[in-house]
């Protein structure tokens, strides 16, 4: 570094890290997820919707693999096309924060809400869908401000509550051959990984800076 007499250079602080996707990233990454989901129910109806068997069965041993799979799968078009709007419009508003934190989120909710529909669903049934994904990516966009404390995600999550917060009530039983349960523990996994990983964040924002100015 080039010194002239006289002067005190002094180090630089290390610029921010961007994590976030632009816009049109964000659009593209959660088309492109709900286009794998319309290519896997493409698939599953040519094969006679033999695919659907691949759910989870709760209790049984055997349908715990179901939990890596049931997201992926749909009872036919028209619950595959329920759920893929509010899926491309709160995918996009995830991904915004970048792809690390919405495979974080992805993977928590994907995780409990599997379990936990493991656990509680009906014997003799499977469940299906990437429902659980929905209400937990709903819930995670809708308190993640509580815990973070930052204004613009505490604004985006009143605006997601005001325009899909009525989904909530898929969670609570009633509806006929629809897995609440799925939807219940979505809700659950989503809350958890909004409170794990915005603490995390307050933390890190609250931890000393790595690099100092020094004079030389």
């Given at each position: 570094?080039?010194?002239?007499?006289?002067?005190?250079?002094?180090?630089?602080?290390?610029?921010?890290?961007?994590?976030?996707?632009?816009?049109?990233?964000?659009?593209?990454?959660?088309v492109t997820f709900?286009?794998?989901?319309?290519?896997?129910?493409?698939?599953?109806?040519?094969?006679?919707?033999?695919?659907?068997?691949?759910?989870?069965?709760?209790?049984?041993?055997?349908?715990?693999?179901?939990?890596?799979?049931?997201?992926?799968?749909?009872?036919?078009?028209?619950?595959?096309?329920?759920?893929?709007?509010?899926?491309?419009?709160?995918?996009?508003?995830?991904?915004?924060?970048?792809?690390?934190?919405?495979?974080?989120?992805?993977?928590?909710?994907?995780?409990?809400?599997?379990?936990?529909?493991?656990?509680?669903?009906g014997p003799g049934?499977?469940?299906?869908?990437?429902?659980?994904?929905?209400?937990?990516?709903?819930?995670?966009?809708?308190?993640?401000?509580?815990?973070?404390?930052?204004?613009?995600?505490?604004?985006?999550?009143?605006?997601?509550?005001?325009?899909?917060?009525?989904?909530?009530?898929?969670?609570?039983?009633?509806?006929?051959?629809?897995?609440?349960?799925?939807?219940?523990?979505?809700?659950?996994?989503?809350g958890l990984a909004?409170?794990?990983?915005?603490?995390?964040?307050?933390?890190?924002?609250?931890?000393?800076?790595?690099?100092?100015?020094?004079?030389?």
């Amino acid at each position: 570094m080039t010194q002239r007499p006289g002067e005190w250079p002094v180090s630089a602080p290390p610029r921010a890290r961007r994590e976030g996707l632009s816009a049109t990233a964000a659009l593209v990454g959660s088309v492109t997820f709900v286009g794998v989901l319309w290519l896997v129910e493409g698939l599953d109806t040519l094969l006679g919707n033999r695919l659907d068997a691949e759910g989870i069965e709760p209790m049984d041993p055997d349908g715990l693999s179901g939990i890596l799979f049931a997201p992926l799968l749909h009872g036919g078009w028209a619950h595959l096309v329920a759920n893929s709007v509010p899926l491309l419009v709160l995918g996009f508003l995830l991904l915004l924060s970048g792809i690390r934190r919405w495979l974080l989120v992805t993977a928590v909710v994907w995780a409990v809400a599997g379990l936990g529909t493991w656990l509680t669903g009906g014997p003799g049934t499977i469940h299906i869908g990437a429902s659980g994904l929905v209400f937990g990516w709903l819930v995670y966009l809708i308190v993640r401000g509580l815990f973070s404390r930052r204004p613009g995600q505490i604004a985006l999550g009143l605006f997601v509550l005001v325009v899909y917060g009525g989904l909530l009530w898929g969670a609570l039983p009633g509806q006929a051959g629809v897995s609440w349960q799925g939807h219940l523990f979505g809700a659950v996994g989503g809350g958890l990984a909004a409170y794990w990983f915005a603490s995390g964040d307050r933390r890190r924002a609250a931890a000393p800076a790595a690099h100092t100015l020094r004079r030389y």
